[in-house]
């Protein structure tokens, strides 16, 4: 057909008309477009998306949770005697050693209480001794019927009476030598001392008047609490030997204050409760910190009682797990998803059960199995069902770098080597 056309007009050519000869390569180079176009173009390569496949590997497991500090041995202080103070020793909130003079009940009422009691004790003493000189004198004369025998049971009911007498004088001095050392008031332990709620001149009740207190601070206490609904997770986490831990008694905590900066020392679990708290449906739990008092250096954490930390658990390991990128997880209406490359190259959206963040990965518990393929990079350029030309993940590097780059074509490789 282009033929018969060329050959129509090729008699104007040779008629010498100029107009004719431009009208006809003008045609000519219309008819030479139209079978160009009629030629299809080559279908575009699959999209390139990086991706990472996924592994398995053994995890620290550490959970926080919130908890409060406690002092390890608060002791209240509370005078055994009623009494005058005459004098208060210590210094308020300072550290005391065991043994340290605190308070000074005024002492003379008790100490004449004492020396009436000791007297009383050496008088009772005296009366048994007459009354058994007295028995051993009658008791001879029954035999020759020079006393009756009701002389005879008098002696020994006064004596009986006399023993009575010296014991009771005996608890009466026990009871005034304990009153008389009480008036002096020592630390029971070393700690540190709280403000004073009686000073001198005051009358203080006995076993009533809470007068201060005295807390060990070292090592200190830390009280937490664990949701219920953690309990039960770990439980089947543990079961099903997804999670390994030593014995619970050799877990170890990291406390982390309130700004963020980390104690220095460890602390162990040394106490778990039995029972769940049916107010707040959570489990209470303690740690035990060492709290010496040469962390008071500069640079140092000093723990105080009631101040609210945080504490992340050690010694939880989680078997097989499995991490990807936080880049890779998608949230959709359903849920989080991400998605896998299957082994024909072509995008597969799967539903996975992310859980906790580590870094910049996310834990994943469903969902996933090893030896996946998963796209970190390209989601625009992808949808589900359609075949990708998956590359490893560089992490950024390089991301500009266009895929002719990538994979060089033969005529380029051979202009390259040229």
Known sequence: MNLAILSSVSSPFHSGSAGVRGSAWLLLILLMGCGQGATSPPAPPPPMVEVVT????????????????????????????????????????????????LYLIDPVPFKAAYLSAKARVTQAQARLVQAKQDFARVNPL??????????????????????????????????????LSNTLIVAPIGGRISKSRFYEGRLVSAQTDLMTTIDQLDPMYVNMSVPETYLLRRRRELAAHR?????????RGIMTFADGSVYPHEGKLDFADVALRSETGTLQGRFAFPNPEADLAPGKSYLYPGQFVRIRLKGYIR???????????????KGTFVNVIGPDDKVEVREVD????RGGDWLIEEGLQPGERIVVEGFHR?????????VPFRNGEAASESPSHENPTPAETTQENS
Do not use: C
């Open 54 to 101: 996924v592994t398995t590997e053994d995890l620290p497991d550490e959970p926080e949770f919130i908890g409060q500090t406690e002092a390890f041995r608060p002791v209240e202080i509370r005078s055994q005697v009623t009494g005058i103070i005459k004098k208060v020793f210590f210094t308020e909130g300072r550290n005391v050693k065991k043994g340290d003079r």
């Open 243 to 251: 999670v390994q831990r030593p014995d619970l008694f050799q877990l």
């Open 319 to 333: 078997t097989d797990a499995i991490l990807i990128p936080q880049r890779a997880v998608q949230q959709g209406s």
């Open 354 to 357: 992310a859980t906790t963040w």
């Open 382 to 390: 992808i949808q589900p069902g359609v075949q990708v030309n998956p």
């Open 142 to 179: 029954l035999e020759e019927q020079a006393v009756s025998q009701k002389d005879v049971d008098d002696a020994v009911a006064e004596g009986l009476a006399a023993k009575a007498s010296l014991e009771a004088a005996e608890g009466d001095l026990v009871k005034s030598r304990f009153d």
